[in-house]
Each structure stands twice: as C-alpha cells, then as structure tokens.
C-alpha cells in the first residue's frame, strides 16, 4: 500500500499564490504516476495535473495551464502543486493520487491510493 499526506492548503487572496504538498510512504516502488484532483461543494472531482514518476513527462487541465505546475522529488518521495495566479473559482478540496498504470493520468479511475485533501480557499 501507499499512504499519502497533503499540505499547504490555506486561504489566498486572488491573484496568489500557493504550493501544495504531498508525501508519499510505503510501497513507493510501485508508482509510475502521481495527481492532482480537486473537488469544490456540490460538484464532481476534476482533474487539475499529473506527472509521470520516472520521466516527470506532465499533464494539465484546461483551466490551469499556465498557472499551475506540477513536480516532484523522487529523493523525498514527494508531488507538488506550484499554484499562482489563483482565482475564486480555483476553491476546493485538494486530492492527490497515485497510480500503478501506464495511463495518462488525467481520469480519477485509474488512481489506486488517494491522500485526505487539503483545502484552498482563494477570496475575491
């Protein structure tokens, strides 16, 4: 198994920034990929970006490209979320994920182990 532990969430004016953690223990050999999800009140979890372990090769929604940039530290076993330029409507609960699959990273499906969230709450 995988366990997984995020942090950095917090509330931001708009036009901020924040970086997201997330460190991840156990049967890391096991990784390929990792991601980032987040899920706002009353609507469906969405994809936000995702990075291979190995090659670092990056995926972006739509709606962050640009503003947000995925990373990692194989050293420390660790993905983070670099978000600037932040907007209210950016509010949510944030997830990441790891997956076993050669996939491309971007459906929830495929995420085998999921951290608890943090919260980003970005003020208008």
């Known amino acids: 198994q995988v366990q997984l532990v995020e942090s950095g969430g917090g509330l931001v004016q708009a036009g901020g920034s924040l970086r997201l953690s997330c460190a991840a223990s156990?049967?890391?050999?096991?990784?390929?990929?990792m991601g980032w999800f987040r899920q706002a009140p009353g609507k469906e979890r969405e994809f936000v970006a995702a990075?291979?372990?190995?090659?670092?090769?990056?995926v972006y929604a739509t709606s962050v490209k640009g503003r947000f940039t995925i990373s990692r530290d194989n050293a420390k076993n660790t993905v983070y979320l670099q978000m600037t330029s932040l907007k209210p409507e950016d509010t949510a609960a944030y997830y990441c994920?790891?997956?076993?699959?050669?996939?491309?990273?971007?459906?929830?499906?495929?995420?085998?182990?999921w951290g608890q969230g943090t919260q980003v709450t970005v003020s208008s």
């Open positions: 990075i291979t372990w190995g090659g670092g090769r990056t």
């Open positions: 156990g049967r890391t050999i096991s990784i390929y990929g």
């Open positions: 994920a790891t997956r076993t699959g050669r996939t491309a990273g971007w459906n929830a499906g495929d995420y085998d182990y």
